[in-house]
């Protein structure tokens, strides 16, 4: 089984960064691909980045050329830059880990606790 620890979410004004951390634990040599998920209120869950064990990304539309989902392999971590933020990106961001990370969730996979970014304009 996987653990997922997630970190840096907050507050910060339009046009400013964050950056999330994601802190893998347990049975990590299942992981193949993770993720970043977000959910702002009254909206469904929604994919923000993949990154997969071979460094391969996907991002939504909404964030390429914004958000980049570097990954720290030695500290089996993986973060989500998040620059140029605009309110719309206010959500409640999930890491995610698993075999594979569809556009619904991971395939045997894990979830973590959730961080709040909060971006005022």
């Known amino acids: 089984q996987v653990q997922l620890v997630e970190s840096g979410g907050g507050l910060v004004q339009a046009g400013g960064s964050l950056r999330l951390s994601c802190a893998a634990s347990g049975n990590i040599f299942s992981i193949n691909a993770m993720g970043w998920f977000r959910q702002a209120p009254g909206k469904q869950r929604e994919l923000v980045a993949t990154?997969?064990?071979?460094?391969?990304?996907n991002y939504a539309d909404s964030v390429k050329g914004r958000f980049t989902i570097p990954r720290d392999n030695a500290k089996n971590t993986v973060y989500l830059q998040m620059n140029s933020l605009k309110p719309e990106d206010t959500a409640v961001y999930y890491c995610t880990a698993g075999a594979q990370i569809l556009t619904w969730g991971p395939v045997r996979g894990a979830w973590g606790q959730g961080t709040q970014v909060t971006v005022s304009s």
């Open positions: 990154i997969t064990k071979g460094d391969t990304t």
